[in-house]
């Protein structure tokens, strides 16, 4: 369906049946066709060139070492809805605390699985008629985020409780809706574009496509022949200690067995000197793409 903002007056599509409403261009949120006023920001603390330098001096695994002579490409500043939460186990009011849990369930770009979003520090949310970033829509329903994020916090009251021998209850109650910064970064090392995201509010690169270096590759080679030749020696090596027990010459037929396995165990590493593409996510494994 089809929102005007009452704020910017821009004209946005909006999911049908979401109990909140958030405008693209300004971030105002309605609710029942009315602006919402629990709406909080995390002020983004790296600006553009901040933003870059972090990923240029990031340097994951084989990374080119002249990273930082690559050039800035496009800069996007992405708001992702979070929702608010005082949590509040009944009687266990010394365990009160505020927590957030991600709105979207598919979010624009990588952010990683169970992301500790911070709840505090954060500021009233005032829109603005500059356009300077994008404001994206929540897709859940704070009950099901909630309940999706509330297991760490439910598990340290039970524990805390269970001492006390105290029964206790869910009553944490939804707050409003925060805006939690990324940004979206495209950047060109010799002559080709890449794609990163940094989390805007405390720094830290969550995702980068990065070239993987001559260096990095020389390295993955000699890695790979290294478990290449030390499998065929093992190989030969139980051959002919086996033949010398047998009587029967079973070198060859180890050296094969060797290489056999060499292959296998060094087929990783050859993928890297092949491939010359990297992406980088926080808390996963590096992928060649
Ligand atoms: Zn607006």
Request: aromatic share 14%; charged share 20%.
């Given at each position: 369906?089809?929102?005007?903002?009452?704020?910017?007056?821009?004209?946005?599509?909006?999911?049908?049946?979401?109990?909140?409403?958030?405008?693209?261009?300004?971030?105002?949120?309605?609710?029942?066709?009315?602006?919402?006023?629990?709406?909080?920001?995390?002020?983004?603390?790296?600006?553009?060139?901040?933003a870059f330098n972090r990923v240029f001096g990031f340097r994951p695994w084989a990374s080119p070492r002249d990273l930082g002579t690559s050039s800035p490409a496009d800069a996007e500043?992405?708001?992702?809805?979070?929702?608010?939460?005082?949590?509040y186990f009944e009687p266990l009011k010394e365990l009160a605390t505020y927590a957030t849990a991600l709105a979207v369930e598919r979010p624009p770009f990588y952010v990683p699985r169970?992301?500790?979003?911070?709840?505090?520090?954060?500021?009233?949310?005032?829109?603005?008629?500059?356009?300077?970033?994008?404001?994206?829509?929540?897709?859940?329903?704070?009950?099901?985020?909630?309940?999706?994020?509330?297991?760490?916090?439910?598990?340290?009251?039970?524990?805390?409780?269970?001492?006390?021998?105290?029964?206790?209850?869910?009553?944490?109650?939804?707050?409003?809706?925060?805006?939690?910064?990324?940004?979206?970064?495209?950047?060109?090392?010799?002559?080709?574009?890449?794609?990163?995201?940094?989390?805007?509010?405390?720094?830290?690169?969550?995702?980068?496509?990065?070239?993987?270096?001559?260096?990095?590759?020389?390295?993955?080679?000699?890695?790979?022949?290294?478990?290449?030749?030390?499998?065929?020696?093992?190989?030969?090596?139980?051959?002919?200690?086996?033949?010398?027990?047998?009587?029967?010459?079973?070198?060859l037929w180890g050296s094969l067995g060797g290489l056999i396995g060499g292959i296998a165990g060094s087929a990783s590493a050859f993928t890297y000197v092949v491939e010359r593409k990297?992406?980088?996510?926080?808390?996963?494994?590096?992928?060649?793409?």
């Amino acid at each position: 369906m089809k929102v005007r903002c009452p704020y910017c007056g821009a004209e946005y599509e909006a999911p049908e049946g979401a109990q909140y409403l958030v405008c693209p261009y300004c971030g105002t949120v309605l609710r029942e066709g009315k602006i919402f006023e629990s709406v909080y920001l995390f002020e983004p603390r790296l600006d553009k060139t901040a933003a870059f330098n972090r990923v240029f001096g990031f340097r994951p695994w084989a990374s080119p070492r002249d990273l930082g002579t690559s050039s800035p490409a496009d800069a996007e500043l992405h708001f992702l809805p979070l929702y608010l939460y005082y949590v509040y186990f009944e009687p266990l009011k010394e365990l009160a605390t505020y927590a957030t849990a991600l709105a979207v369930e598919r979010p624009p770009f990588y952010v990683p699985r169970n992301y500790r979003f911070p709840a505090r520090w954060r500021i009233p949310f005032k829109p603005s008629l500059e356009r300077t970033a994008v404001f994206h829509q929540p897709q859940l329903d704070p009950e099901t985020a909630w309940a999706a994020a509330s297991k760490p916090y439910e598990k340290e009251a039970r524990s805390y409780a269970a001492a006390f021998k105290k029964p206790i209850s869910d009553k944490t109650t939804f707050e409003g809706i925060v805006y939690y910064p990324f940004w979206k970064l495209k950047y060109i090392y010799r002559g080709k574009e890449y794609n990163a995201v940094v989390d805007a509010a405390e720094g830290n690169v969550v995702y980068m496509e990065y070239p993987i270096s001559r260096r990095g590759r020389a390295a993955s080679l000699a890695a790979a022949i290294t478990i290449l030749t030390g499998s065929v020696v093992l190989g030969t090596a139980i051959g002919m200690g086996i033949s010398a027990a047998k009587g029967v010459d079973l070198t060859l037929w180890g050296s094969l067995g060797g290489l056999i396995g060499g292959i296998a165990g060094s087929a990783s590493a050859f993928t890297y000197v092949v491939e010359r593409k990297a992406v980088y996510r926080e808390g996963q494994e590096i992928e060649v793409l």
